[in-house]
């Protein structure tokens, strides 16, 4: 359930929510018999919104399309409907689920279909500052903070990159590394700032889409942007990639690409 790391954020179950957006996976390890029993792969993206009750545990879910390896279909589309239709019975929420040919490129960055384009101003790269960073037990929120320029203006928007961020998963204690992007409007948050808190999760335990959620409302509530966007890319673990994105309701945003690392 996702309540239970939302209760932790002051976020009351049925209660709205100051987000929306989805979590996107992609599974690059799917394959199926053919009826003639000729093994098939493909790359499924898998697209679980915000608001369904429950999210997914990504151990359960490599296991459960290790399943697919030994059953035979006789249409790729059957495939499809069947993950749809299992991710979405344990969601409580329609999944959307859409299978590209590994072999129409081998490029994956070619033949996923949640690829838009990066944002026309440059980002800050969080990680070229060169700043001291004291270790932390836990994320700490009292770290940001914000700063003003003159002839601020109310719609001014950046956009703040770090390719450094690092979780720790709470089911295996695995290191879980990512991207982390963010957009925010109206607010000027202190770079410096950003980072230092970033890197407070450094030995944090929480799920991706938990770290995701707590960054937006932590900065939603120590800078007040009028507007803002929280996606992470995390890189993949047993063939799967997880990549949550949160963002203001109504604040329109173009998501960041597929890394390098992915």
């Known amino acids: 359930p996702r309540s239970a790391g939302r209760a932790a954020l002051g976020l009351a179950p049925g209660g709205a929510l100051p987000f929306t957006g989805s979590d996107r996976w992609t599974a690059y390890e799917l394959s199926w018999l053919s009826s003639a029993g000729q093994p098939c792969v493909a790359i499924a993206t898998l697209e679980v919104p915000a608001d369904s009750p429950n999210l997914v545990e990504s151990k359960s879910l490599k296991l459960y399309l290790q399943g697919f390896c030994s059953e035979r279909f006789a249409q790729p589309d059957e495939v499809q409907t069947r993950i749809a239709r299992d991710l979405s019975t344990y969601a409580g929420a329609s999944v959307d689920v859409v299978l590209a040919d590994a072999a129409v490129s081998r490029d994956a960055a070619a033949v996923v279909s949640d690829l838009e384009p990066l944002p026309s101003a440059s980002p800050i790269d969080l990680d ?47 290191p879980d590394f990512a991207r982390i992007w963010i957009r925010a409007r109206g607010a000027r948050i202190d770079p410096e700032s950003l980072l230092r808190y970033l890197v407070s999760y450094r030995d944090h335990a929480a799920l991706h889409e938990q770290c995701v959620e707590a960054i937006f409302c932590a900065v939603q509530e120590r800078c007040g942007p009028s507007g803002l966007a929280v996606a992470a890319r995390f890189t993949r673990r047993g063939g799967i990639d997880i990549n949550p994105q949160r963002h203001t309701p109504g604040y329109a945003v173009s998501w960041p690409q597929r890394t390098l690392r992915q």
């Open 128 to 174: 070229s500052l060169r700043i001291a960073v004291d270790r932390v037990p836990a994320p700490d929120a009292a770290l940001l903070g914000t700063r003003s320029e003159p002839n601020d203006r109310s719609d001014f928007e950046t956009t703040y990159t770090t390719d450094a961020f690092k979780s720790n998963c709470p089911v295996t204690g695995q």
